[in-house]
């Protein structure tokens, strides 16, 4: 079932300095680093929300990071910390993450697997390597935004171990979310989407289909990867559009990319921390909610505590003094 073997006929040239995207087009957008979780801090290269470029499909927030040697540091530790309105996908290339959420949910993830938490109306969780890890972490989080019909749903948590796979001389893709070549991700999806990554062998040369009514946009996860004819660097997030039937990818050496789609999201949000509503005072809500659960016994908690971590969970910073407006997918002012 593969429609993945090379196609050396579509070589399609790609601008490194398309400031506007045209459907289709080819718009690359640089990820910044910033620190993740609490003082252990480890950085990482968020690439979705960008200046311009907000969003893909659903797809609103996306962090890569590594490859990193941790072999003698402590590696991710993110303590509990809450979410609202969205979904996270975690998806591991190297190492492993001990998760823990407020539904009493522990597991050790590793690469190839897939959980995907959804948040709803608000659940807690906390991300670490554990004690004895691997010596090397890579791998990469991503949030999909929940549509209004869903944004307050009861929280869940599903782990996914064995996701559809199309496999071939070249590398393999593996389906996350959504259906890419009549292979459909069991992960649950509330808007029309599609996430897969790709693995290439080296040298490899893969042609992936596309679902032409989706816009799409390919993150590199390794730092020798061509999409489209354009060197995209690790942490670097080339935006397609719209209108595409395939989308080709090669690397000189084994590489790793993300490929992210979705029918563009029509409802405008507001973003703040770790929480995605649709108006200022949804983010203050949750937030204060947040500030008076936290480290206490608070019965009918909204969020719920993390039951086996060891530590204080991780405090909201303070809310910006103007009021937070409601953005959408890209910011055409720029
Ligand atoms: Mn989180």
């Given amino acids: 079932m593969s429609n993945v073997e090379a196609d050396p006929v579509e070589q399609a040239v790609c601008s490194a300095t398309a400031a506007v995207a045209t459907e289709p ?23 979705l929300p960008n200046r311009d470029r907000r969003m893909v499909g659903a797809w609103c927030f996306a962090d890569s990071y590594g490859p990193a040697e941790i072999a003698d540091r402590p590696g991710m530790q993110v303590p ?11 998806w591991l290339v190297a190492g492993e993450v001990l998760h823990q959420d407020s539904l009493g949910r522990r ?17 807690a969780h906390s991300e670490q390597s554990p004690q004895e890890h691997s010596p090397v972490l890579h791998g990469a989080q991503l949030w999909v935004a929940l549509p209004e019909h869903a944004r307050a749903m009861a929280p869940a948590f599903e782990l996914h171990t064995d996701l559809p796979r199309h496999q071939s001389r070249q590398g393999s893709i ?60 690790a942490g670097e997030m080339v935006y397609l559009g719209r209108g595409r039937s395939q989308v080709s990818l090669s690397a000189p050496a084994s590489a790793y990319a993300l490929l992210l789609g979705g029918a563009p999201f ?43 971590y060891s530590g204080p969970a991780l405090p909201a910073p303070p809310l910006p003094n103007a009021r937070l407006k409601p953005r959408g997918r890209y910011n055409p002012h720029h």
């Fill in 25 to 47: 087009g080819c718009e690359l957008l640089r990820p910044r680093e910033v620190p993740l979780g609490g003082p252990q801090a480890m950085r990482v290269r968020r690439v």
């Fill in 107 to 123: 597991e050790l993830i590793h690469p190839g697997q897939l959980p995907l938490m959804t948040a709803g109306a608000g659940i």
């Fill in 80 to 90: 509990p910390h809450p979410h609202t309105g969205l979904q996270t996908v975690s």
């Fill in 266 to 308: 029509a409802e405008d949000l507001v973003m703040w921390w770790n929480f995605v509503g649709r108006s200022h005072d949804d983010i203050v809500d949750a937030r204060t909610t947040w500030e008076r659960e936290h480290d206490t016994d608070t019965p009918h908690r909204r969020f719920g505590p993390v039951v086996d």
């Fill in 174 to 233: 593996t389906v996350i979310a959504g259906e890419l070549d009549g292979a459909v991700s069991p992960a649950s999806a509330h808007t029309p989407l599609v996430g897969a990554a790709v693995s290439l062998a080296p040298g490899g040369q893969l042609a992936v289909p596309l679902t032409a009514d989706f816009e799409h946009g390919v993150l590199a996860l390794s730092a020798e990867i061509t999409v489209e004819g354009q060197p995209v660097g």
